[in-house]
């Protein structure tokens, strides 16, 4: 029998997992990878998915409701879509959500929303074909905005996030808007965070949210969309007047959220996260295999770390997350 989420010492309740099926990715971002000396986990450390689906099953006897497939780029793993036909069969009810680059979604859109996908962040940082590939590594974008086509006919909740750069976000802002004017998509800029070397690597491209807002401005008439109603988590999103889609600004270094942060991560390898900025893990994959402990030992990880959950942005002002991005699922 589910129990309802303990709270923890600020009052937050945990009930949205974030689960990195695999740290690979086919993508090079330059604020994810440094790209000389990459290194993945081995075959053999990675999570198997009956073992996430019993993780799975350990979050939502604590009250977790949803839960989103992170990487890395989950859709490299092979037999993915089983993976989520699986979750769907399983879980009936649970709220089913997707990050990817999209780069490999054309033709599974449809199988995916079957087996009970509701709702797709996709990262696309510029709309700009060789930015894109500047940025990305690859030369994607084509196949990536067909993606977002197919989603958007399938009836999926599409979110496009755009990792706020210098020179990019602000020079395509304009681009950005039209693509919302038409579409009814949300357009995401997130503050870039120095996670990993390579985040590190990008402090100089910082652009905060309130000037990314200021720019906006200048193109469009915005309104506010309550939170109630925005559907939004961190982020503050914005309608576009005359607009079909809207603007929506996520900013953990200028206007953190951490104090109303609801989030578990779970790494490939099964390290449990409770903050994005912290280094601190708990082993998951031996609780699940020992004899006495299980999915319910699991569980009681779960409760225990999400009732000792951290304020993220206090660790900033110490330390630096040394994991990359696609390590900890983003």
């Known amino acids: 029998m589910n129990q309802p989420p303990d709270t923890d010492r600020f009052g937050r309740r945990v009930s949205y997992l974030r689960l990195s099926v695999t740290d690979r990715c086919n993508l090079r971002c330059a604020y994810c990878f440094r790209r000389e000396n990459i290194t993945f986990l081995r075959h053999e450390d990675i ?32 037999d993915f879509l089983w993976f989520m036909q699986e979750i769907g069969r399983r879980f009936p009810g649970l709220d089913l959500r997707l990050t990817t680059n999209a780069t490999l979604l054309s033709g599974k859109v449809d199988a995916l929303r079957r087996a009970g996908l509701s709702r797709v962040n996709i990262s696309i940082d510029s709309l700009d074909r060789s930015t894109y590939a500047l940025i990305a590594g690859r030369d994607f974008l084509p196949q990536v905005m067909s993606a977002v086509s197919e989603c958007l006919d399938a009836g999926l909740t599409v979110k496009l996030n755009a990792v706020a750069l210098r020179g990019v976000s602000d020079r395509e802002m304009p681009a950005f808007l039209e693509l919302a004017r038409d ?4 357009i995401r800029f997130i503050e870039c965070m120095p996670v990993g070397e390579a985040g590190l690597e990008q ?8 000037e990314l807002l200021e720019l906006a401005s200048n193109h469009v008439k915005l309104s506010p969309v ?3 109603s925005a559907s939004s988590g961190p982020a503050r999103v914005f309608s576009l007047e005359g607009g079909r889609g ?36 708990y082993l998951l994959r031996p609780a699940l295999h020992h004899p006495r402990l299980g999915v319910e030992g699991v569980a009681r990880i779960m409760r225990a770390a999400a009732r000792n959950k951290p304020v993220g942005h206090d660790l900033l002002r110490d330390a630096r997350v040394r994991s990359r991005m696609s390590a900890v699922g983003g």
Do not use: Q, W
């Open 203 to 210: 402090r100089d491209r910082f652009i905060g949210a309130d």
């Open 226 to 228: 309550p939170r109630s």
């Open 183 to 186: 579409r009814d998509l949300d």
């Open 47 to 78: 999570l198997r998915y009956e073992e996430m689906l019993s993780i799975i099953e350990a979050a939502v006897s604590t009250g977790v409701d949803k839960v989103r497939l992170t990487g890395g780029e989950p859709l490299v793993r092979r």
């Open 246 to 281: 809207r603007l929506g600004l996520i900013s953990p270094m200028t206007n953190h959220f951490c104090r109303t942060c609801n989030r578990l991560r779970v790494t490939a390898d099964g390290h449990l996260r409770t903050c994005l900025f912290s280094d601190r893990s």
